[in-house]
């Protein structure tokens, strides 16, 4: 039987004949796997229903542990003036950090500010040349 050559009513008829077919030979199957397992109760001298009883439910089952989600890493670039664009220097590297060096920005002064931020004192020391912060500039 090709399908194509069908319209659609047809296959609305074939799909619901389909479907009631599978409905039939379910419900054999499961009727011949209990008379089955009846069976098979039996010759150990166990009643179908005390297996079932006894089985334990789904509830009691144990499982793995669910693995709980990490805290996020704390920051170690943060950009000096907008606090809310930060980076934990791991994974890829933000737009942000990209554009901030391009304008001359370093790392250094990104990781300065992350350590203000957090309310640390810095092991940054600043030498004569270093005093004055570098701010990128706009293009």
């Known amino acids: 039987m090709e399908l194509s050559t069908l319209n659609l009513s047809d296959l609305r008829k074939l799909a619901g004949r ?20 009846s069976k098979l109760a039996k010759e150990h001298g166990v009643s179908l229903d005390d297996l079932v009883s006894a089985a334990p439910t789904p509830a009691l089952i144990e499982r793995a542990p669910v693995a709980t989600q990490k805290a996020p890493l704390p920051a170690k670039y943060v950009h000096p003036s907008n606090k809310n664009l930060a980076w934990s220097g791991r994974g890829r590297k933000p737009g942000w950090i990209d554009v901030w060096l391009a304008n001359g920005g370093t790392l250094s002064a990104l990781e300065v500010a992350a350590q203000k931020l957090a309310g ?4 940054f020391k600043p030498t004569p040349k270093s005093v004055k912060p570098v701010t990128p500039t706009a293009s």
Do not use: D, M, V, W
């Open 18 to 37: 389909i479907e009631k077919e599978i409905e039939k030979r379910a419900a054999s199957t499961r009727a011949g796997l209990l008379k089955k397992l």
């Open 120 to 123: 640390r004192k810095s092991s």
